[in-house]
Every structure is written in C-alpha cells, then in structure tokens.
C-alpha cells in the first residue's frame, strides 16, 4: 500500500511532492489537504527546533470508518516504513471534526431557550469562557515547548494530538457561540491581544514529572466541569449536547494519556503525588489569566469548589498509584495482572 505524503505549508520543514511511502495496510493522508479539517490548519503555526517542527499528522482516508485513526509521525520514522512494520509516535481512535456534529444543518434550528429556563447571560459567559479557554490550548503547548523543561520524548507526539483535539474543541464553541451570539470584532481582537501569565504556575511547569501530574489533575477537574456545564448546553439543543459529550470523551482520553506518562518515566515517585496534588491545588481557582492550565476559576464557573479540587485529587491519586505500581512491578521482574 503506497500514501502520498503532500507539501506542508507555513512550516519550516518543507515535504518535496511526490514523495510515496509505504505505511503498512492502511493508506494515510495528511490533514493540510485542501477541504480537509481546517480546525489542524493550526499546527502548522508551531515552531519549535527538534521538537514539533517535524511532527506530521495523518488521518485514514477511509472517511466510512466508524472510528478513523489520526497517527502522527516525523519525516524519519515515514523514511523508515516498510512493508511489515510501521514506527508510530502516537496514535489516537475515534477522530472526529465539530463540523460533523455542530454542521449549518444541525443548527438551524437551535435557539435559546426562555429566560425561565436559563438566561441569555449565563449561557453566553459559560460558552464564552469554554470557547476561550479551550482555545488557549496553542498557547500553552508553545509555552512548554518553548521552555527548557525536559519532558520526555514521548510526551510531545501526545502533545500534537492533545492540541489537535483541544483546537477540535475550541473550533466548535466558537462556531456555537457565533451561532448564538454572533460575531464581536472588538471583542475578539482584545482577547487576541490579552496577555498570558504562565509565570505564576514556574514551580509546576519547570519540572516534568510535576508538570504530568499537574496536566492529569487539570484533565479530570475538567471532566468533571463538563459534566456541570451538560446541563446547560443540554438546554440550548441536541447538537450542543452530542458535541460537549464528544468533548469530555477526548478529555478522558487525555487524562489517561498524561496519567500513563507520569507513570511510565517516573514510577519510582510515588510518594511524592499527594504533596504535588496540594500543590496544584493551590494554584487553581484563581482568577484566570489565559494559561489554559488551571482554568478552573469560580468566579466564572461556581461548581469549581473546594470539594471539586478535593474529588479531582483523590481520582489522580487513586489511578496514578495503580498505574505506578504496575509499572514498579515491570522493573521488579514482577507481573500485575492490570495496568
């Protein structure tokens, strides 16, 4: 089976078309093809020396798939496919595109409903925030990636799926509240302009195996946001209520990502999970500041409480324990049944 590999632009790693490789039984097409997803347009704004400047997505092209395959890999490991082997950095089933579910059909007939039921403003500063925050996302992966941190290696392909999801995301509440609220120019351009603080969270974000557990809190605390927040977008239509079920479902898939990560490189730590978790918590809830980490701010979103925090914390501390055990267990030469 042959897959094209077409020209990438706006990137400073430039692909020669034609350039066929073979990709095992599957063929694959990147994702910069015209009418493809315009929503991963935005990878191609990365530009990170020797770590997200090679990263290439793929996605099947069989579009009758049930649940396609998004894949990403780099210009060395599509040279060193053959016939009966493919190295692969990450791999992601179940892509999806909010176009599939919030399409111009599926929202023609969504309104808000009466003030009895929900107001106008409160639905507007909730889909408002969401739409915001989730699209904060790229901003906080070229934090990171500018950063001297040293994650590990297989941190960074799950980070190009993670941000192609999260910006999935933020297309979509974006074109919900566009929907809904129409286009504020002005608007817009401030929050372009806002600034980030990144600053006020150094003592997590210079350490990995901090900055793991920390990603694997802020994942679960906002599962359980959007658990909240379902009520809400259930009242606005249907469409709204598939989409944010779609969300969460990829937010799941991202603390399961992080969790393995913190658990596969530093198992041997343990112990040190609780005091990190105070840490973390500490540090959210406040006012948000454009960081997309820790955007768990009450003041906009009230079931952000302290008893949120504390749920949030005992589910990372429970599957972090389970995971590093096991992993403890494989440099033991021992064997646990489960992962």
Not at 23 to 33: H, M, V, Y
Request: with cysteine; aromatic share 12%; hydrophobic share 40%.
């Amino acid at each position: 089976m042959i897959a094209k590999l077409f020209e990438i632009q706006q990137t400073p790693f430039q692909a020669k078309p034609p350039l066929y490789l073979k990709a095992g039984k599957k063929f694959f097409s990147l994702i910069k093809e015209p009418g493809e997803t315009e929503f991963i347009h935005q990878i191609d704004y990365i530009r990170v020396p020797d770590k997200t400047n090679e990263f290439l997505i793929y996605r099947s092209l069989n579009d009758s798939e049930k649940r396609p395959e998004i894949i990403v890999h780099t210009k060395s490991t599509l040279a060193s496919q053959h016939d009966d082997a493919s190295e692969i950095l990450a791999k992601k089933i179940g892509f999806w595109s909010y176009k599939d579910i919030l399409s111009p059909e599926a929202l023609a007939s969504v309104q808000l409903p009466s003030p009895e039921v929900a107001t106008k403003e409160h639905i507007q500063e909730i889909l408002g925030y969401d739409k915001v925050t989730e699209g904060d996302s790229l901003r906080f992966f070229n934090y990171v990636a500018s950063t001297s941190v040293d994650m590990p290696n297989e941190f960074w392909p799950v980070m190009v799926l993670w941000l192609c999801d999260e910006m999935n995301h933020h297309a979509g509440f974006k074109t919900a509240y566009h929907k809904l609220f129409g286009v504020a120019p002005v608007m817009e351009t401030a929050l372009a302009v806002e600034e980030s603080d990144f600053g006020q969270f150094d003592s997590i974000m210079k350490e990995p195996f901090k900055l793991l557990v920390a990603l694997t809190y802020d994942e679960a605390s906002t599962i359980n946001g959007y658990k909240h927040d379902l009520a809400v977008y259930t009242k606005i239509g249907q469409p709204f209520t598939n989409f944010l079920r779609r969300v969460n479902a990829d937010e799941s898939w991202h603390f399961s990502k992080f969790a393995n990560l913190a658990a596969k490189y530093f198992p041997e730590r343990i112990a040190e999970v609780p005091k990190i978790l105070e840490e973390v918590k500490s540090l959210d809830g406040r006012p948000y500041k454009r960081t997309f980490l820790f955007d768990h701010d009450p003041s906009v979103e009230a079931q952000f409480t302290k008893a949120a925090q504390d749920k949030a914390c005992e589910i990372v501390l429970k599957v972090l324990t389970r995971k590093m055990d096991w992993w403890r267990s494989q440099q033991n030469g021992c064997r646990l049944n489960s992962y």
